[in-house]
């Protein structure tokens, strides 16, 4: 069993940043992706941005070059920076598991956290 908890939502200027943080605890990611998906009102859920525990990472084409993924270790912590925020980003964002390679679609994982509503305001 794995517990994910996401941080750092809120409202936001267009054209600011906002950082997301996932907590991970309840066993060791030794081979797991992590992986942020996001969902606004009445739309399907959307990949966003992965990272496997090696450090490699992929994005989709709507955040390259705003988004950054990344991960401490020692807070067994995975980050999203998200930067030059558009309104069209405004969602709840996931935090996702697996014990596989990232993958983009929602289906693919086991453990979700509770979300973090990010609005962007313009």
């Known amino acids: 069993q794995v517990q994910l908890v996401e941080s750092g939502g809120g409202l936001v200027q267009a054209g600011g940043p906002l950082r997301l943080s996932c907590v991970a605890s309840?066993?060791?990611?030794?081979?797991?992706?992590i992986t942020w998906f996001r969902q606004a009102p009445g739309k399907a859920r959307e990949f966003v941005a992965g990272i496997s525990w090696s450090g490699d990472n992929t994005y989709a084409d709507s955040v390259k070059g705003r988004f950054a993924i990344s991960r401490d270790n020692a807070k067994n912590t995975v980050y999203l920076q998200m930067n030059s925020l558009k309104p069209e980003d405004t969602a709840v964002y996931y935090c996702?598991?697996?014990?596989?390679?990232?993958?983009?679609?929602?289906?693919?994982?086991?453990?979700w956290g509770q979300g973090t509503q990010v609005t962007v305001s313009s």
């Open positions: 309840g066993r060791t990611f030794s081979s797991y992706a």
């Open positions: 996702t598991a697996r014990n596989a390679v990232v993958a983009r679609f929602p289906a693919a994982y086991d453990y």
